[in-house]
């Protein structure tokens, strides 16, 4: 059963660009969570998505948004980027509302510069 | 406030030695609590799951224990092997929430050296 998938891998972009990170959930989950790991600091909650529909947000300006799509494939997109952005964000999902365990992807390491 | 404390921050063991990592939470109310390995620049995977009448779960070299009366868990890792170096993270859920529910330690970074 294949794991959880995000692309890219590695991103780098300009302060003020938008970057566009994707994930793909496990085969039947229909429930995507983002986090942020800055660099020394711990995972962050950023957004989850279930069934299509915004479920949450963790405490992160409106410039990160996101989508999940039919296929419960999500997509993060981050605006007007901030040197501070620089981190490791992480996809997991999990099967839905339930409490279930979350499966995280490998990331995508985005650099500003 | 929910909040996960993990020590120490960082760790440096001789291959074959054994190691614990501490975890003190004041998450409430309480629901479970997983140990993660993070190898750098990956994802984090679950090593174990821990409920409120658990006090002891091994998975392999890996053994944790909860206290939740104290609201302290360790991570016993047994004759480490320098695949063992990696950050550990201890991760609380919070009873009758949704699925995002869920408060992170920073981590320990372990790293065993032969």
């Known amino acids: 059963e294949a794991g959880v998938t995000q692309s890219p891998t590695h991103l780098i972009k300009t302060r003020g660009q938008q970057a566009t990170l994707r994930c793909s959930p496990i085969?039947?989950?229909?429930?995507v969570y983002w986090y942020q790991q800055a660099l020394g600091l711990g995972l962050q909650f950023l957004l989850w998505y279930d069934e299509g529909e915004e479920r949450n947000r963790g405490n992160f300006p409106p410039r990160f948004s996101g989508r999940q799509f039919p296929n419960y494939s999500s997509e993060l997109n981050v605006n007007a980027l901030e040197l501070e952005d620089s981190a490791l964000y992480l996809c997991a999902s999990s099967f839905g509302t339930g409490g279930y365990e979350q499966y995280f992807g490998p990331g995508t390491r985005l650099t500003v510069t | 406030k929910n909040q996960v404390e993990q020590s120490p921050q960082s760790l440096i063991i001789l291959e074959g030695k054994n190691c614990t990592l501490q975890?003190?939470?004041?998450?409430?109310?309480?629901?479970?609590l997983r140990w993660y390995k993070q190898d750098t620049g990956r994802g984090p995977v679950s090593l174990t799951i821990m409920t409120f009448s658990e006090n002891t779960k091994s998975n392999g070299r890996y053994t944790a224990t909860l206290d939740a009366d104290t609201k302290q868990s360790s991570l016993h890792i047994t004759a480490s092997q320098l695949s063992d170096s990696a950050s550990y993270i201890c991760v609380v859920r919070i009873s009758g929430a949704g699925s995002y529910q869920l408060t992170f330690g920073k981590g320990t970074k372990l790293s065993v050296i032969p």
């Open positions: 975890c003190n939470y004041t998450v409430s109310p309480f629901s479970n």
């Open positions: 085969s039947g989950h229909t429930s």
